[in-house]
């Protein structure tokens, strides 16, 4: 069975950094594109960052760039999404998410992240 975990959200104050990680357990992680959303109140799912499975290239959205920094462990286990420099507006709910082809797709439940101004 598949299964992604997602942690380390919290509170954190402008300014401040929290890293988040998606524990998956029924596969390799290494052969999927991992990628992580947020979803805000009020407002649609997005994109923020994701990893190419092909050469582990990384693509973050503008409103994140150079100040999250998305990773993988060479234990092909767990993947990160390191924020720092974080902004009210980054307060949501970020999950997980991998995908391999089309149909085959795989989301965490999410975690909270509140940014205090």
């Known amino acids: 069975e598949v299964q992604l975990v997602e942690s380390g959200g919290g509170l954190v104050q402008t300014g401040g950094s929290l890293r988040l990680s998606c524990a998956a357990s029924?596969?390799?992680?290494?052969?999927?594109?991992i990628g992580w959303f947020r979803q805000a109140p009020g407002k649609k799912r997005e994109g923020v960052s994701c990893i190419s499975s092909s050469d582990g290239s990384t693509f973050y959205a503008d409103s994140v760039k150079g100040r999250f920094t998305m990773s993988r462990d060479s234990a092909r286990t767990t993947a990160y999404l390191q924020m720092n420099s974080l902004k009210p507006e980054d307060t949501a709910v970020y999950y997980c998410?991998?995908?391999?082809?089309?149909?085959?797709?795989?989301w965490g439940e999410g975690t909270l992240v509140t940014v205090s101004s």
């Open positions: 998410n991998l995908s391999r082809a089309p149909g085959v797709s795989y």
């Open positions: 029924g596969l390799t992680l290494y052969d999927y594109a």
